[in-house]
Each structure stands twice: as structure tokens, then as C-alpha cells.
């Protein structure tokens, strides 16, 4: 059975703070791996994919992965009040595509 | 980006009605679309994998006669649920793209209530 931990939170930090998620899974085949940010009545969206080990940053955003660990990470610098929603960590393994899913952390971000 | 569209929206109907909903690949040719259901403050869980031209995979505990899913075109999946019951009232949100490793794209999901 393949599974993908997260802290569920809630995690509040204020506004202009570092926000840390963090995510653990039991797969260690899984090769693609995935933040996903989701509002609250909303669809899942893309922020960050990280393939291989170490750290990738797009904007405020930073994916730290660490496969002998099994462990991946999100960090949101500079953090916004926009930025409050439910982060989902997601792990796929080799040629299968599909998504394993966290239960997800839910981050708020206080003015 | 890749644009995944789901139709309809939302929607309610009355106890024991099919409910047919739509995915479909805006920009590129999905050989593969993922269906998902999420209850409130839960996350995604996989109920089937949608193939075009063959029979979708389902997962563990989803029964194939109630989520009919049809994949006749390499843009287009649709999900029927069959019979429709309040215990299907839930958010199902399909996902194309995956290919290689890359990401899936979600569509805006439904939101299906069943009274």
C-alpha cells in the first residue's frame, strides 16, 4: 500500500513569514512528485514538480526533496494572505501516472 | 499550460437519476484521464483511470455498474453515476496528463448533490 504522509495542520503563519510543508511517502520507486495548491471548493492546481534530489525554486516557492529520506518539501517565502488554502502533496511511481495523494495541510496566513 | 475542462459544474437532482459528467482535453491528446472523488475536509482518492478505446481500471472498492466511464475520444471522458444516491453526493474531479512523469492537470471539478 502505498502512502503519502502530511501534518494535516492547520498551519497558521502571519503574513511575510516562511511557510513550511512537509511531506513523507512509503513508495521508494516514486520518481515524480508534486505540490498542489487547493482552495476550498476548488480544483486542485500545480505549484511546484521536483523529479530529482535537492531543491527547486519558481518565485516565493521552494520543493526540497530528499529520496534516501523519502521526504519532500514545500517552502513558501514571504507568505500572503493568498497563499491560505490546502496544499497536497502528490507521488507518482514510474509508468504508472497515478497520483498517490496526502491527506493534506492546511495553511492559513494571517494579515 | 495544459487546460482541462469538466462540465457541468455543478449539479442536484433527485434521488435515483444518472448524472453524466464531461472531461475533456483542451490543448492535448489524452490517451489517459484519471477520475477522482473527494468528500468535504478529505483528500483526492483515485476512483478509476480512464483508457481511451479500452475499459477503465478502477480502483479497490469502486463499483464499475454504478461510475460508468466511457473514454471514446482521445479528448474527451465522461463519468456517469448510475442511480444516483445522497451517499454520492461528493466533489469528482478528472485529471489528464501525467505522460512521463509530467504533472496532471485537473479540471474544476463537479460538485453533484443528490436529494
Known amino acids: 500500500q502505498k502512502e503519502v504522509e502530511q501534518n494535516s495542520g492547520p498551519l497558521s503563519v502571519p503574513e511575510g513569514a516562511i511557510a513550511s510543508l512537509n511531506c513523507t511517502y512509503s513508495d521508494r520507486g516514486s520518481q515524480s512528485f508534486f505540490w498542489y495548491r487547493q482552495y476550498s471548493g476548488k480544483s486542485p492546481e500545480l505549484i511546484m514538480s521536483i523529479y530529482s534530489n535537492g531543491d527547486k525554486e519558481d518565485g516565493r516557492f521552494t520543493a526540497q526533496l530528499n529520496k534516501a529520506s523519502q521526504y519532500v518539501s514545500l517552502l513558501i517565502r514571504d507568505s500572503q494572505p493568498s497563499d491560505s488554502a490546502t496544499y497536497l502533496c502528490a507521488v507518482s511511481s514510474g509508468s504508472a501516472r497515478q497520483l498517490t495523494f496526502g491527506s493534506g495541510t492546511q495553511l492559513t496566513v494571517l494579515p | 499550460g495544459a487546460v482541462v475542462s469538466q462540465h457541468p459544474s455543478w449539479v442536484i437532482c433527485k434521488s435515483g437519476t444518472s448524472v453524466k459528467i464531461e472531461c475533456r482535453s483542451l490543448d492535448f491528446q489524452a490517451t489517459t484521464m484519471f477520475w477522482y472523488r473527494q468528500f468535504p475536509k478529505q483528500s483526492l482518492m483515485l476512483m478509476a483511470t480512464s483508457n481511451e478505446g479500452s475499459k477503465a481500471t478502477y480502483e479497490q472498492g469502486v463499483e464499475k455498474d454504478k461510475f460508468l466511464i466511457n473514454h471514446a475520444s482521445l479528448t474527451l471522458s465522461t463519468l456517469t453515476v448510475t442511480s444516483a444516491h445522497p451517499e454520492d453526493s461528493s466533489f469528482y474531479i478528472c485529471?489528464?496528463?501525467?505522460?512521463?512523469?509530467?504533472?496532471?492537470?485537473f479540471g474544476d471539478g463537479t460538485r453533484l448533490s443528490i436529494l
Open positions: 485529471s489528464a496528463g501525467g505522460v512521463g512523469g509530467q504533472p496532471q492537470h
